[in-house]
Structure formats: C-alpha cells, structure tokens
C-alpha cells in the first residue's frame, strides 16, 4: 500500500513563501510520475505542477514562474516551492503519485491559506 503524507501548509501573507513536501511510503516513488494539485472551495481540483520521473516538469500558467517543483528520490518526497504567493493560490493542495494506466494514488491534502 502506497501512502503520500502532505505537510508544510498553513497561513501566509500575500507575497510570502510556502515549501510543501510530499513523502511517499514504498518502492514506486522512483518511477512515479509527481503531482501537485489544488481545490478551493467550490471550484474543481485543477493540475498546478508535475514532474516526471526523468526529472521533466510542467506548470499551470497560473504558477508559472512561482513556483517550482522538485524531487529527491533518495528520500521519496516530492516539494513545491512557492513564492510570491496571492489570495487566489489559497486552496487545499493535494499530492499525486501516478504511473500512466497502472497506479494512481492521492495524498490527504494540507490547506494553503493566503491573506490579503
């Protein structure tokens, strides 16, 4: 059984910084393609970052520039800088662990809240 554990969310000022981690249990985390996405309330959970397992990346145009995504597999956690951050980033953000048609698994989510 895979877990992915989100930690590193909480309150913040517009244009202050977060770091989100993700650690994930098990031997998939290599080989996984890692996500990062996010739910405010009322709206549908939307991509904000991913990268492959090669190391490639991707950003919603949103965050772009903001922030960054990365990995360390030796420690099997994924992290999402973010910086500059405004009112609309606040969201729950949740972590993904996925291998195209095999596996898909979801963190619980931490709550990103950010002030204006």
């Known amino acids: 059984q895979v877990q992915l554990v989100e930690s590193g969310g909480g309150l913040v000022q517009a244009g202050g910084s977060l770091r989100l981690s993700c650690a994930a249990s098990g031997s998939i985390f290599s080989i996984s393609t890692m996500g990062w996405y996010r739910q405010a309330p009322g709206n549908q959970r939307e991509l904000v970052a991913f990268?492959?397992?090669?190391?490639?990346?991707n950003y919603a145009d949103s965050v772009q520039g903001r922030f960054t995504i990365s990995r360390d597999n030796a420690k099997n956690t994924v992290y999402l800088q973010m910086n500059s951050l405004k009112p609309e980033d606040t969201a729950v953000y949740y972590c993904?662990?996925?291998?195209?048609?095999?596996?898909?698994?979801w963190g619980q989510g931490t709550q990103v809240t950010v002030s204006s």
């Open positions: 990268i492959t397992s090669g190391g490639r990346t």
């Open positions: 993904n662990a996925a291998l195209a048609r095999v596996y898909e698994y």
